[in-house]
């Protein structure tokens, strides 16, 4: 069975702009979480979807939003980029209730310059 | 302030050493979870605990649920340098729906 795919794995962008990260997760998984990861603030929550519907939500600014199509997978975007979204992304596959184990992308390190 | 604090935060030891990492917090949780996370990929499950004062033993490992389900421990026997990596406690908080991670052990075992 494949794991989480997260692409791309690196990306550099600089300020203002705004960009796309894709999650494909296990198959028959029906929930996608996002967590950003930063060496000061740890695994920060950002939002779960499941079945197309954004079910959680963490604390970030509207510039940070996702997406879940019909197949579950999802994608994450930020726009207006700072400086401080350089981040570790990572995306979480579950069957889907809430509290279970989560199964983890290798992530997409982002780099805002 | 971190919903769950972990420590410590970095730990340097030999190979055959043991240790133990903590994971505490204020809040109740129906479970803890430990990952593990190595440079480069995303955090791996261990285990779950569930019930309050649990005990649960994957081979060298032993992590235990406090009695009031608010906080974790993880003790490492005779540690090798495959155990080196980012050690991650995360629960799903009453009330919450979200699961809400530690502030992480970065844990180097020298050979």
């Known amino acids: 069975k494949a794991g989480v795919t997260q692409t791309p794995r690196y990306l550099i962008k600089t300020r203002g702009q705004q960009v796309t990260l894709s999650c494909s997760p296990i198959?028959?998984?029906?929930?996608v979480s996002w967590y950003q990861q930063t060496p000061g603030q740890g695994l920060q929550f950002l939002f779960e979807?499941?079945?197309?519907?954004?079910?959680n939500k963490g604390n970030f600014p509207g510039r940070f939003s996702g997406r879940q199509f019909s197949n579950s997978r999802s994608e994450m975007n930020v726009s207006t980029l700072e400086l401080g979204d350089s981040a570790l992304y990572l995306c979480a596959s579950s069957p889907g209730s809430k509290g279970e184990k989560l199964f983890f992308g290798s992530g997409t390190q982002l780099s805002v310059l | 302030t971190q919903l769950l604090e972990q420590s410590p935060q970095f730990l340097s030891i030999q190979e055959g050493e043991n240790l133990t990492v903590y994971c505490n917090s204020s809040s109740v949780f129906s479970s803890l979870q430990w990952y593990r996370q190595e440079p480069g990929e995303g955090p791996v499950l261990l285990v779950t605990?569930?019930?309050?004062?649990e005990v649960k033993k994957l081979k060298r490992l032993t992590f235990q649920f406090g009695d009031a389900r608010k906080d974790s421990s993880l003790h490492i026997t005779a540690a090798q340098p495959g155990d080196t990596g980012l050690y991650l406690c995360a629960g799903v908080p009453t009330g919450a729906n979200n699961l809400f991670f530690g502030t992480g052990t970065r844990l180097t075992v020298i050979p």
């Open positions: 605990v569930v019930t309050g004062g």
């Open positions: 979807y499941f079945s197309e519907t954004q079910r």
């Open positions: 198959s028959g998984h029906r929930s």
